[in-house]
């Protein structure tokens, strides 16, 4: 048992904390990156991530929900901090980054699939940096030497100075929308999504002049209001299926989400499969649960033939 716990929320973080002899555990909750969506909350085998959604104010927008978590039942495995798409929760040990559930082999990691080829990009070009709905990508032009060059200056001075792109995408922030790639000259970019599903409005169930989904989305360009209607319609092919939207609407029936598909590295765990059955549809856990098994049966003949995976 611990020492000493302690629980910390201020406006920018939400702390907790278990002191003992030798180790000390902290969960840190950025607030300015959370976007109060369910994937902490429906993945935390403990549950003990709570999410609360705000009183919305007569003429203002909606606000996203607030998180909060219980000391009494965090036991800091650090599932949570796995599967946030926006990296908002770090958990720690003696102030090191530490997931014991992946150490342990228990518990599998997202695959942020983001792929630059800076060698193709315009010297003069900005388009990802401006495009990326989260500020996670940062552009600078080097010189031969290493340099960094400020001012880019004219076609005919970058040729002379022959600079060199280089892009820097913050991996761990970022939920793989995909806007970048679609902003990007063909070629640069290229990025996989982690969590794959579908998300159906229904418009006629929607409350009159009703945003609120919209008003939280987190990636600009996921949900926009229709011309025709002034309803909220839904662009897939920037959705990550976090889910901040389904918390604020104010409506049951109205918002369908469900996610059907998700990437990450090899694990042979229960764990795993219980947050599956949280996180995604029957459909999605059926065809997990039959990969693995089809996985074990070809591990268990080639260990009987003495045979070796390519």
């Known amino acids: 048992m611990p020492l000493k716990t302690m629980k910390t929320d201020t406006a920018e973080t939400l702390t907790l904390e278990w002191i003992l002899h030798v180790k000390n555990y902290k969960l840190t909750i950025d607030k300015n990156l959370c976007v109060g969506c369910q994937i902490c909350v429906l993945a935390c ?152 599903g579908k998300i159906v409005i229904h418009p006629d169930k929607c409350p009159e002049g009703c945003t609120d989904c919209l008003d939280v989305c987190p990636i600009t360009g996921a949900l926009y209001l229709s011309d025709e209607d002034k309803k909220v319609r839904v662009n897939e092919l920037f959705c990550v299926y976090c889910g901040a939207c389904k918390v604020v609407c104010p409506v049951e029936e109205a918002l369908e989400l469900k996610r059907t598909k998700t990437s990450h590295t090899a694990v042979r765990s229960g764990a795993w499969n219980k947050a599956l059955e949280r996180l995604a549809s029957p459909v999605e856990i059926t065809k997990e649960l039959k990969a693995k098994g089809s996985l074990r049966a070809r591990d268990s003949v080639e260990k009987r033939l003495g045979w070796k995976s390519a």
């Open 45 to 196: 085998p403990k549950e003990a991530i709570k999410i609360e959604k705000q009183s919305k104010v007569q003429g203002e927008k909606a606000r996203k929900a607030k998180v909060d978590a219980d000391l009494q039942k965090c036991n800091f495995c650090g599932i949570c901090d796995v599967l946030c798409p926006y990296g908002a929760i770090k958990v720690t040990l003696n102030g090191e980054h530490a997931l014991s559930v992946v150490e342990k082999e228990s518990f599998p990691q997202l695959i942020r699939d983001i792929q630059v080829d800076a060698s193709k990009c315009p010297a003069d070009c900005v388009e990802c940096e401006e495009a990326c709905p989260l500020d996670l990508i940062k552009i600078s032009r080097l010189t031969a030497d290493g340099k960094v060059v400020e001012n880019v200056g004219s076609p005919t001075k970058r040729k002379r100075k022959k600079l060199q792109v280089k892009v820097d995408v913050d991996k761990e922030r970022c939920p793989c929308c995909r806007i970048c790639e679609f902003k990007c000259p063909e070629g640069v970019m290229r990025v996989r999504k982690f969590f794959y």
